[in-house]
């Protein structure tokens, strides 16, 4: 790790696990050279082998970045407090890797600097993206009819993602994501519930990045059991977070979960296959997210 005396600037900070972002990368450095400050890209690879590797290496060549190889995957919230210490810069901003930003987005950023410790930008689908046999896709989308600033603003810890937002260095270091998390998932609701704790103030913005691309709905459908896992892992911690939880929870204190039980058993094949195919539904991923869960509090 490189230990750098605090600056001013804007250090952008993307944690990459099997995923490309040379493309994002120039995107990024494009918008950036019109700042008026001092800025770097600072991508960090998690060591997991990926066949993007040999093309991530390209990153290093790039003007303003900056490539960091980790020998082993430390887990979605290691690396983002990694990112923090590695940054040269004391203003950070996270994106997800693999997302393209909208047009102006830096400049947006730059625009709301200091107006509160931490500022979160929106996430959309690009429009050039959709795709309708994508489970990941119509969810996305779905949240995205559903979100304005205002309501976000309401809300501003719960609403809190770790896919892109801006925070001095200082907000990280004394509110790290938990480490201890090393399963997907609810890492960046529990860092928002650590910001609400130490009165720390948010500001959501319209600020987009982009999805142009998703995983496979199998993997997807995977990777929502392990976020399962995780939110009852944290239940007590994320009580008021999240209205999965709530709904769960209220089935359980009513007895009903038998009902959830009962429907996996009858359908848990049936509607895989739905989810997996090629005309996935929302109404069904609910279902599968209420079940799976309830699962875990059965066999507690």
């Known amino acids: 790790m490189v230990n750098f005396a605090s600056m001013q600037g804007l250090s952008i900070l993307i944690p990459v696990y099997k995923d490309s972002c ?9 918008q950036c050279q019109g700042l008026e400050m001092q800025w770097e890209i600072v991508v960090a690879d998690d060591g997991s082998p990926s066949p993007y590797d040999a093309l991530n290496d390209e990153i290093s060549s790039i003007g303003g970045c900056r490539l960091v190889k980790r020998r082993e995957n430390v ?10 210490r590695e940054a040269r810069f004391d203003t950070l901003l996270y994106i997800d890797a693999g997302m393209m930003p909208s047009e102006g987005f830096i400049d947006a950023y730059a625009r709301n600097m200091g107006l509160a410790d931490v500022v979160v930008g929106s996430l959309k689908v690009a429009k050039g993206s959709v795709d309708l046999s994508s489970l990941r896709c119509r969810n996305e989308m779905k949240a995205e009819r559903g979100y304005s600033v205002s309501k976000s603003n309401e809300r501003p810890y719960a609403n809190f993602h770790s896919g892109n937002f801006m925070a001095e260095r200082h907000v990280v270091t004394d509110n790290p994501f938990r480490e201890e998390i090393k399963t997907y998932g609810y890492e960046d609701t529990l860092f928002g519930k650590g910001l609400a704790d130490n009165n720390v103030s ?23 059991e392990e976020a399962m896992r995780t939110l009852y892992a944290y239940r007590n911690e994320l009580e008021g977070y999240s209205a999965l939880l709530h709904l769960v929870d209220r089935l359980r204190r009513h007895h009903l979960l038998w009902i959830t039980v009962w429907i996996t058993r009858l359908t848990n094949v049936a509607v895989r296959r739905r989810l997996m195919g090629d005309n996935p539904s929302l109404f069904l991923y609910n279902v599968f997210r209420v079940c799976c869960l309830s699962r875990y509090y059965m066999k507690r």
């Open 202 to 224: 948010v500001l959501h913005i319209d600020n987009p990045l982009l999805f142009v691309r998703f995983e496979s709905n199998a993997r997807f459908l995977e990777k929502t």
């Open 75 to 84: 887990g979605r919230a290691a690396i983002r407090n990694f990112l923090a």
């Open 22 to 30: 040379v493309a994002q990368a120039l995107v990024l450095r494009r």
